[in-house]
Nanobody, 127 residues
Framework: VQLVESGGGLVQAGESLTLSCRAS????????LGWFRQAPGKEREAVSC????????HYADSVKGRFTIARDNADQAWNLQMNALKTEDTAVYYC?????????????????????WGQGIQVTVSS
């Protein structure tokens, strides 16, 4: 199993960035997919999730209205479109996959350490 993030980098506040995650090694279509982030000195937090069954999307309050998650089952990939970025969005972003759509509906969104995780990619938003 492999999850590989791409698209991170340095942007200014107010700008946009799109993260992508490409997966291999498992039956992608049956998995809920998520994005998490961890800022320096803070715990990892859920950002967004998209289910497998009904493609419902879920967001942390801090990013609702600014971030959009989407998946492409044919390409075994999912994106996180991040608009109106703020300095507080600076973090290492991780993509993740779980068999349980219910994980997306939990508040906060909860994936387990045993789920599939990417290695993380840095997003830095400067003021």
């Amino acid at each position: 199993v492999q999850l590989v993030e791409s698209g991170g980098g340095l942007v200014q506040a107010g700008e946009s960035l799109t993260l992508s995650c490409r997966a291999s090694g498992f039956r992608f279509a049956g998995y809920a997919l998520g994005w998490f982030r961890q800022a320096p000195g803070k715990e990892r937090e859920a950002v967004s999730c998209i289910t497998s069954a009904d493609l419902s999307t879920h967001y942390a309050d801090s990013v609702k209205g600014r971030f959009t998650i989407a998946r492409d089952n044919a390409d075994q990939a999912w994106n996180l479109q991040m608009n109106a970025l703020k300095t507080e969005d600076t973090a290492v972003y991780y993509c993740a996959a779980t068999l349980y759509d219910s994980s997306c509906r939990m508040r906060p969104i909860q994936f387990l350490p045993s789920n599939y995780w990417g290695q993380g990619i840095q997003v830095t938003v400067s003021s």
